[in-house]
Structures are given as C-alpha cells and as structure tokens.
C-alpha cells in the first residue's frame, strides 16, 4: 500500500503522524510524494489496469479531438 508524505507529516517510532489542524494549500498537495508504508519513497506511483485504461482512452480522445479539428481547419479554405 503507497501513503503520501508530507511536508505537514513527521515519524514518530516508523508511523506517520499527519498535522492536520492547518489548512492544507494547493501546494502542500503538489510536494506530496508516495511513500511505502515502511517510509521509503516510491519513484512512481503505480497505475491500476483501470487507471490506464482510462489514460489510454482520454489521451486517444485528445488526439483525435485535434486531428478533427485540423481536418476540418484543412477542408475548409
């Protein structure tokens, strides 16, 4: 299982304990970093089948988005 670390998380005896009595920024969310359990940290977060998929298909989506659009912008003149 990945937790997130962090900056507002310290370990106290290996257990994260999280400081949640300020309000957490929008960059207090960007400088989270996956960590293990254990507290070593992950170089990826990794993807569930399902989260790829969804990738997959909303990326394919965009690329044919754009190529319709520059069809369209090519047929026109």
């Known amino acids: 299982?990945?937790?997130?670390?962090?900056?507002?998380?310290?370990?106290?005896?290996?257990k994260l304990v999280y400081?949640?009595?300020?309000?957490?920024?929008?960059q207090?969310?960007?400088?989270?970093?996956p960590v293990w359990r254990d507290g070593t940290p992950?170089?990826?977060v990794p993807m569930t089948q399902m989260q790829w998929r969804?990738?997959?298909l909303a990326s394919a989506g965009k690329f044919f988005e754009g190529m319709v659009?520059?069809?369209t912008g090519v047929a026109l003149p």
């Open 54 to 56: 969804i990738w997959l």
């Open 19 to 26: 400081h949640l009595d300020k309000a957490r920024t929008v």
């Open 42 to 44: 992950t170089p990826h």
């Open 28 to 33: 207090r969310y960007i400088d989270e970093a």
């Open 1 to 14: 299982m990945i937790t997130t670390q962090n900056p507002d998380s310290r370990k106290v005896k290996n």
């Open 69 to 71: 659009v520059f069809m």
